[in-house]
């Protein structure tokens, strides 16, 4: 595989990189050909899952190497990652106020940013589109990383690893779009539509990401470090709190346990291939 990714550009990388992550997203979606709704308790461990693995690639994927970046460019490492996290945080914290979304399970009446007549499967879509964006900018600066070559911590297989990870949490929020809109009087091929149409963004943020950091190597430890701080915000704003709802409280459990298993499989895929 590593041979296959070392014969292209740096943003070619990227953009087979994000087309693999947007294609999982696709296959996920394509559930909806096959289930009209989806268990709640699998939904919340598939949920959970996502998070773990955005929460280790958070550390061993993008902040690590970034913090390494900053060292060996003689920057003040703690000052750069707290930066570019907060910063990263910041922006998608501005995208959510700015760009009307609605959480899985939600009533139209309580989306979020500036009020809106749009469908509610529209706003749906873009829930999950701004998990997204963070997603598919960490795996571009990760392989523009990478084609730095003279700075540890960044590295080919590490790239792949992480577009790996992102791949394998994309298939249940390709399936959390697509179901819940079959579900709701949707053809089964409108669900399908919708649900891969909230990866295209994917492709597009990885190919931004590996241009930038290619252009201008300095801000590579700061890019890795915004892309850390925009997935934790996804985590803890979106992933967490759906995973977490649940009127009666006895299906939570299972979204704690499937944290910690992506948490666990992006570890043992970044450790093992980075």
Do not use: C
Request: hydrophobic share 55%; net charge negative; glycine share 12%.
């Amino acid at each position: 595989m590593l041979t296959f990714f070392a014969q292209f550009h740096p943003v070619q990388q990227a953009l087979i990189g994000t087309l693999f992550t947007y294609g999982v997203t696709a296959l996920g979606a394509g559930l909806v050909f096959f289930f009209k709704s989806i268990n709640k308790t699998v939904l919340n461990g598939m949920l959970g899952f996502a998070a773990g693995v955005m929460i280790a690639a958070s550390f061993w994927s993008l902040l690590a190497p970034g913090i390494a970046m900053a060292e060996e460019l003689g920057q003040v490492a703690w000052i750069t990652a707290v930066t570019g996290f907060l910063l990263g945080g910041g922006f998608l914290y501005a995208v959510d106020k700015l760009m009307p979304h609605l959480h899985l399970g939600l009533d139209t009446e309580k989306a979020e940013g500036p009020k809106t007549s749009w469908h509610r499967s529209v706003l749906l879509v873009l829930a999950i589109t701004l998990h997204n964006i963070p997603e598919g900018l960490a795996v571009g600066v990760a392989f523009g990383a990478a084609a730095s070559g003279s700075i540890s911590g960044a590295t080919l297989a590490g790239a792949v690893a992480l577009s790996i990870g992102i791949g394998l949490q994309n298939f249940p929020e390709g399936a959390a779009v697509s179901i819940p809109l079959r579900r709701e009087g949707f053809s089964r091929t409108k669900a399908f539509l919708y649900g891969q149409a909230s990866g295209i963004v994917e492709p597009i943020a990885g190919v931004i990401g590996a241009f930038a950091v290619l252009r201008i190597r300095s801000i590579l430890p700061y890019a890795l470090a915004f892309a850390a701080g925009a997935m934790i915000y996804v985590v803890i704003e979106e992933l967490i709190p759906e995973a977490q709802h649940d009127e009666g409280g006895s299906k939570t459990d299972i979204a704690t346990l499937g944290a910690l298993v992506g948490f666990s499989i992006m570890m043992m895929l970044d450790v093992a291939l980075g």
